[in-house]
């Protein structure tokens, strides 16, 4: 059934999908792992929408840190995931933009190896409390520079 809708979906100009994504060990962890190994057969890209991150405090920070690590090193090198200049590409929905305190994120970031963030609005990233009220594109790479919070 999954290499029926790659297929379609080709077949119409889409060059891949976004799916959601409920955490470690989900339901929706366990098919990405079966999209993503049909779709590095079929030259076509998916990616990750990380639809939440539950908890408070730092035990939500060490969660969403173990999320992120969890999700570049299990699926971001696969061949199929999307990629921006070569670096894994996760979509974080606007509920966890909610979940998720402001003054949190800085943690988060530095938590996670190689991750920076970047705003699918213009709005600077240094100003977090402005950017992004549905979505943030995490992508990995070899940071510079730190993101410091506001």
């Known amino acids: 059934m999954v290499d029926a809708h790659i297929l379609e979906a080709k077949s119409h100009g889409v060059s891949g999908f ?58 971001g090198s696969n061949r199929a995931f999307l990629k921006v200049d070569r670096k894994p590409v996760i979509f974080v929905y606007g509920r966890v933009m909610g979940q998720v305190p402001l003054a949190s994120w800085a943690m988060i970031i530095e938590g996670a190896p190689r991750l920076e963030v970047f705003c699918s609005s213009p709005t600077v990233i240094s100003r977090l409390s402005r950017a992004c009220s549905t979505a943030f594109i995490l992508t990995t ?7 410091a919070p506001p």
């Open 18 to 75: 976004i799916t959601t994504w409920w955490g470690q060990g989900s339901y929706e962890d366990r098919s990405f792992a079966i999209l993503l190994a049909s779709a590095e057969q079929k030259d076509f890209k998916v990616s990750i929408y990380w639809e939440t991150a539950p908890g408070s405090g730092r035990e939500q920070i060490d969660g969403a840190i173990a999320d992120l690590v969890y999700l570049l090193s299990r699926y």
């Open 141 to 147: 790479i070899a940071r510079s520079q730190a993101v």
